[in-house]
């Protein structure tokens, strides 16, 4: 029995029949699956219902702005998607998900140096069902995976409610560290342990800000491939780099080592849900077995508007433009913190959404953000991107959502806090 929840007697039992596990507030409660136990709303969700109300500057969420697509063209398109071929984008599609996206989605990749074939490409709803998808078919109660010291939030919730062990690995300003991948590996290894995967974001990281450097990438794959661990390269910003050319991906040097997940969510919009898994052949056939049962296929709407988006807009000019104003707003927030917050230490990103921050000593982020709030400024504690519950001395910050000027505000009444806490 779990001891997060309450048990039967500690609360009121109904009693009766079959419910008697229950309780009043809930009647199935001793119906569960075990797996439940791994589900946890977030204890800071209560405080983001908060963080929403529009005089907070909300420096947490990592949603993209998607203010100046060009809505009224592409509103046009969409009609017109519905009237010439509105019987398919409406109708059941394939489980593995619409060739003519597949084949776009390879020139996608290809960008990161990836040469793919559409057949191995699997389209699924969001990055986030990839993730899980992944989960289902390789995490068996109790499982390793490695992941990096932090991790994206929304994967830990994944490898928990399959009920797998998360083993931290450090990363630094470059990345996840070789050596440390090689020490917890072979330190598996003597434990006669052996992790199902490796699971790392190796561009603009979440929450962690960095990017796997050019040189480690090679490495990392060998003392993978050495240990006989896949790698899952999860990749939703690779193509939101401030500078320079993206950095080819892992998948496009050990494709049959690696599951490659990939989005629209950042680099087009979030709200069709359509991301993809790239993976060698016969995880491919599982992928698409296990999305098959989840959800039959993904949307054959929200894929052929995609599709309809890909092959009628520069969608390459959008992705340089989303590029030039994340770039703005980094310089915000960098300025801001370098301005007020003298005290915290943070990582510089070269793309993506996130800073990563370490406090002063002795400050703890969770503790800390009601205060926050009450000052109208929210941002992520770092445990919540610990499977661990540890790393309560930094905080993540997005610099995403809000304009320049508003972010700025944002790190100034987070320095009033960050300071009072600090003379305390
Ligand atoms: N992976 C990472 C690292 C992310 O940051 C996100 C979104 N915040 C996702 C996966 C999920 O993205 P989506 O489901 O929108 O494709």
């Known amino acids: 029995m779990s001891t997060e929840h309450p048990t039967p007697t500690e609360t009121e039992s109904t009693g009766t029949g079959a419910a008697a596990a229950g309780t009043r507030l809930d009647p199935w409660f001793g119906s569960y699956s075990a797996r439940t136990r791994g589900m946890k709303a977030s204890e800071i969700r209560a405080l983001f219902a908060v963080a929403n109300r529009p005089e907070v500057v909300s420096l947490a969420g990592g949603m993209p702005n998607i203010a100046d697509l060009p809505m009224a063209d592409y509103a046009d398109a969409v009609a017109d998607l519905l009237r010439e071929r509105g019987t398919r984008a409406l109708q059941y599609g394939s489980g593995q998900g619409e060739p003519e996206l597949r084949d776009q989605i390879t020139q996608v990749m290809a960008m990161e140096g990836i040469n793919a074939h559409p057949d191995d490409v699997v389209v699924t709803t969001g990055s986030q069902q990839a993730l899980d998808l992944v989960s289902r078919i390789f995490l068996d109660p109790g499982d390793i995976v490695v992941a990096e010291a932090p991790s994206y939030v929304g994967a830990l919730g994944v490898f928990r409610a399959y009920e797998a062990e998360v083993v931290h690995v450090a990363m630094d300003e470059h990345g996840l560290v070789p050596e440390e991948l090689d020490r917890v590996l072979t330190s598996l290894a003597e434990q006669g342990r052996r992790a199902k995967f490796l699971y790392t974001v190796p561009n603009f990281h979440n929450p962690g800000g960095v990017t796997l450097t050019l ?7 060998e003392i993978a491939r050495r240990h006989g661990v896949l790698i899952l390269e999860d990749n939703p910003y690779g193509l939101l780099g401030f500078d ?93 913190l370098t301005e007020y917050l003298p005290s915290c230490t943070w990582t510089v990103p070269d793309g993506g959404f996130y800073v990563w921050v370490r406090l002063p000593e002795g400050l703890d982020a969770r503790e800390m953000l009601p205060r926050a709030v009450t000052a109208l400024v929210a941002y992520v504690p770092g445990t919540a991107f610990y499977a661990d519950g540890s790393g309560s001395e930094y905080l993540r910050l997005s610099y995403c959502y809000p304009t320049p000027s508003r972010i700025v505000e944002g790190v100034r009444r987070l320095a009033g806090v960050v300071n009072a806490e600090a003379e305390l």
């Open 244 to 336: 320079g050319e993206p950095l080819p991906a892992m998948a496009s040097m050990a494709p049959d080592d690696v599951v490659y997940l990939g989005s629209f969510s950042k680099t087009f919009a979030p709200g069709y849900r359509i991301g993809w898994a790239l993976a060698p052949h016969a995880v491919r056939e599982k992928l698409v077995l296990a999305s098959e049962s989840a959800i039959l296929c993904p949307s054959n709407a929200a894929q052929l508007a995609i599709s309809t988006y890909l092959s009628q807009f520069d969608w390459q000019a959008q992705v340089k433009e989303y590029r030039r104003m994340y770039a703005e707003r980094r310089d915000a927030m960098i300025g801001a």
């Open 215 to 221: 040189e480690r990438r090679p490495r990392i794959i």
